[in-house]
């Protein structure tokens, strides 16, 4: 799985998405997130990488407030969606996060039949007018989401049902459904098999036409292999950022450096 | 245990060992697992036999209550005694009490027996009318009012045998012990044998004793447990309207959406306490609520309800959490994820995946709430003879009435042995309602069980 089988296609990776500025997240007393400066581009796959406990996932969860769920957690400094703070208190997180959609570490389907999996965003958000618009939505996200072949003909078979890796792409196609912009990912793939991971990584790129993915990812080779940029945090800070050729091949922190060729982590 | 030490021998390496001997050390762990599971066998074949001990005695001690004697007689409907204007007047009708009724009853079974060639062995012939219970004579009464147009006719009735009678023929009374008893002779027993043989009389099932009500003290053969099954039905309805939806949604705002800080931890320790509560303090609270401040009435299962849903109240919230603890936060996390709303993730996802929990939680309080006597003891529910069925459904949540419980408390302390079979049949009956609502709880279980 070394070999970089995804072809790289020339994408305007020029208008900045979301933009972090100081962004400080403690839990309870211990300081999670230090500091943490990051411009995410749009249509473009930003990965961020780091040793366990580094703190990516919290940052990431920050992007759509999931951090909100959980009560010790505290947040500070900005973060900004095309220009609006998302921790404005006139923001509804409920709005933000049908804006900023997401994926998880761990496929987690509703117990309810793959149709109603996908159709269950758009219904909430009122996106379909009537039951053949809601057809055409489920059919399009379980397209986008590239598993229509494999489930067209059970769409009301339960979603728990499918395999591992069926199940982490109707996760995918239910959070494209809602016609979000950007589309966070929690290490997608940790509990996929290679070829499912393979799938899954294929999918991330098509995405990225539509899209600003945030991928966490503890495998260096799916990051170089799936993204344009390449955020890497170590111990709550994020020590490098930058595009991912450049983090792979150049890296200026020796921290990164010591990262990327096994020798912390 | 030292496990780990290395210090007795064969394990470290210098002594080698077969792998088909077992070495001390094994040979003491295998034995020690052995007796434990010996103890654990013998603790459960110790409970399975108190259980069918238990249930043995209860089978055999209740089941004659379902049976009674009857006695079947025709009784001449005299239309000079019952109707003297001959108009079929129900206010004339109702004048005649049940005194006006008794000597045709007497005279009736006088009559059968000469006719069967059965002796009358007393001074006075009317004496053998204590081979009938003493609510014959209401009886053919409530017949007759209830159809007057058979008066004047010669009607079969099928009348109850008094208590003495029937606890001959289920082996309860001897004419030994007759000889201290004021209520028969022996001489009675005599007649009854002879009219069992004669067909006149026989034992077989008795539907009052399930549906009828409960009668006085000296008329065991009479009472029955279906006045206060619909006490109980009553309190249950309240119990379940009240306590189904305060429990679940407090045990959802509590698990789901209050902050985590220390009144919300104060609050949960004060439930899992008052889970523990006795149940008396909760009537003497009932007492001093409902009855001597809120003024509601006194003995009425509204007001048992009440008490019984602030009983049943912790038991819900408890296994309510708990089955919203056990569903997956990945779940939340999915809805939440997708933009649903905290209360669209909680009432489109994690509800339904809770409600197997939740439902068996609730059956198991309400069958707690069942069988509590207890709380009823205070407001007034114990003592009361539930004598009438309440007429309509504001009747039976307001008006006095007893619950299957403590109708069989009742029964159990009053003095003829009658009544105490009369209880036991009250604890069957009790115990198939139980049982039938932890059937319900085990198939909605299965039924509403998803994976995920």
Redesign the interface.
């Known amino acids: 799985m070394n070999d970089m089988r995804i072809v790289r296609k020339d994408v305007d990776m020029n208008d900045t998405k979301i933009s972090a500025k100081g962004v400080q997240v403690y839990y309870g007393d211990t300081h999670a997130i230090k500091d943490v400066d990051v411009e995410i581009k749009d249509k473009t796959v930003t990965a961020f990488i780091g040793p366990s406990g580094c703190g990516k996932s919290t940052f990431l969860r920050c992007l759509n407030r999931m951090n909100d769920t959980i009560d010790i957690c505290r947040v500070e400094g900005k973060i900004e969606l095309d220009g609006e703070d998302i921790y404005d208190k006139r923001v509804d997180p409920v709005q933000l996060r049908a804006k900023v959609g997401m994926v998880f570490q761990k496929p987690n389907p509703f117990p309810k039949s793959i149709y109603d999996n996908i159709a269950y965003g758009p219904r909430i958000h009122g996106l379909a007018k009537n039951k053949a618009d809601l057809d055409e939505i489920v059919e399009k996200s379980l397209r986008r989401g590239a598993i229509w072949d494999e489930v067209k003909d059970r769409l009301h078979a339960p979603g728990t049902g499918l395999s591992g890796g069926q199940q982490q792409r109707l996760c995918i196609a239910r959070a494209v459904a809602t016609e979000p912009e950007v589309l966070l990912m929690d290490e997608p793939c940790s509990a996929l098999d290679p070829i499912a991971t393979l799938q899954v990584e294929e999918l991330i790129d098509e995405l990225r036409e539509n899209f600003s993915v945030v991928i966490v990812t503890h495998s260096m080779q799916q990051a170089a292999r799936v993204s344009q940029k390449t955020a890497f945090f170590h111990l709550g800070n994020l020590v490098e950022y930058g595009d991912t050729e450049q983090i792979f091949t150049n890296p200026k922190d020796e921290r990164t450096e010591s990262y990327i060729t096994g020798r912390i982590g | 245990m030292s496990d780990f030490t290395a210090d007795n021998g064969p394990t470290n390496g210098t002594a080698k060992t077969s792998l088909f001997t077992q070495t001390a050390r094994t040979k003491r762990r295998n034995a020690a697992e052995t007796r434990f599971k010996v103890y654990g066998i013998g603790a459960i074949a110790l409970g399975l036999f108190f259980l069918v001990a238990l249930l043995f005695s209860i089978v055999a001690n209740g089941i004659p209550a379902f049976k009674q004697t009857f006695v079947t007689i025709p009784v001449e409907l005299t239309e000079a005694k019952l109707d003297k204007n001959g108009n079929r007047d129900p206010a004339d009708l109702a004048k005649v009490t049940t005194f006006g009724y008794k000597p045709l009853v007497t005279s009736a079974l006088i009559v059968a027996l000469k006719e069967q060639g059965i002796e009358i062995p007393f001074a006075k012939e009317k004496d053998v009318e204590d081979i009938l219970s003493s609510s014959v004579a209401a009886q053919v009464r409530d017949t007759v009012l209830a159809n007057p147009d058979l008066i004047g006719q010669t009607v079969d009735f099928r009348l109850l045998a008094s208590s003495r009678v029937d606890g001959y023929f289920k082996g309860r009374v001897t004419r030994e012990s007759l000889v201290r008893d004021k209520n028969l002779d022996a001489e009675h027993l005599d007649v009854a044998d002879a009219m069992v043989d004669a067909g006149l009389m026989k034992t077989s099932f008795n539907p009052a004793f399930i549906f009828g009500s409960d009668a006085s003290e000296s008329r065991p053969e009479q009472a029955g447990i279906g006045v206060s099954m619909i006490g109980s039905f009553f309190m249950m309805i309240v119990v379940l309207f009240l306590a189904l939806p305060i429990g679940v949604a407090a045990s959802i705002y509590l698990e789901e959406f209050a902050?985590?800080n220390k009144w919300t931890d104060l609050i949960e320790v004060n439930i899992s306490n008052l889970a523990a509560v006795p149940s008396i303090v909760f009537g003497i609270l009932g007492l001093a609520v409902f009855i001597q401040f809120a003024h509601l009435p006194q003995s009425a299962p509204l007001v048992g309800g009440l008490v019984l849903t602030l009983m049943t109240l912790p038991t819900i919230i408890i296994s309510t959490r708990a089955s919203l603890k056990a569903v997956?936060p990945?779940?939340?996390?999915?809805?939440?994820?997708?933009?649903?709303?905290k209360m669209?993730s909680v009432f489109?996802?994690v509800l339904p995946?809770a409600m197997p929990g939740i439902l068996t939680g609730t059956i198991i309080g309400l069958a707690q709430a069942l069988g509590e006597t207890a709380p009823l003891l205070l407001i007034g529910m114990v003592g009361f003879i539930a004598s009438n069925m309440p007429d309509g459904i504001t009747a039976g949540f307001l008006s006095p009435n007893s619950a299957m419980p403590a109708q069989i408390y009742e029964w159990a302390k009053r003095a003829d042995p009658a009544y105490y079979e009369r209880a036991w049949g009250g604890i069957i009956i009790l115990l198939v309602f139980l049982m039938t609502m932890n059937i319900i709880a085990v198939i909605l279980r299965r039924r509403f069980e998803?994976?995920?």
């Open positions: 902050p985590q997956p990945s779940i939340r996390d999915a809805a939440l994820g997708v933009g649903a709303s669209q489109h996802h995946l998803r994976r995920w």
